[in-house]
Nanobody
Framework: QVQLVESGGGLVQPGGSLRLSCAAS??????MAWFRQGPGKEREFVAF???????NYADSVKGRFTISRDNADDTVSLQMNSLKPEDTAVYYC????????????????WGQGTQVTVSS
């Protein structure tokens, strides 16, 4: 049974930092990614990591967020710095057995989501 379990969300002030983690079990994945869904918005791409290839980021988070991956135990983390109120969203870990990209439809496996709230 495939499971993606996220952790690390919470409330943080603008300019602060948070680190999200996602542990995968049940199979190995080529690409692991983070998406987010803000209130009243569509789910949107944040970052992905593909084995052996450069990481990729949405323009809105480039330079502030860093995705990292531990291939030994198939975990992926998202270090979020300089957080802004517009980063407030439910963050989802996603995984693909193939080379994934920036589209929701490219990922078959999803975590349950973790809330990140940026507010003073």
């Amino acid at each position: 049974q495939v499971q993606l379990v996220e952790s690390g969300g919470g409330l943080v002030q603008p300019g602060g930092s948070l680190r999200l983690s996602c542990a995968a079990s049940g199979r190995t994945f080529i690409t692991m990614a983070w998406f987010r869904q803000g209130p009243g918005k569509e789910r949107e791409f944040v970052a992905f990591s593909t084995r052996g290839r450069p990481t990729n980021y949405a323009d809105s988070v480039k330079g502030r967020f860093t995705i990292s991956r531990d291939n030994a135990d198939d975990t992926v983390s998202l270090q979020m710095n300089s957080l802004k109120p517009e980063d407030t969203a439910v963050y989802y870990c996603a995984a693909s057995r193939f080379f994934g990209g920036t589209s929701v439809s490219e990922y078959s496996y999803w975590g349950q989501g973790t809330q990140v709230t940026v507010s003073s």
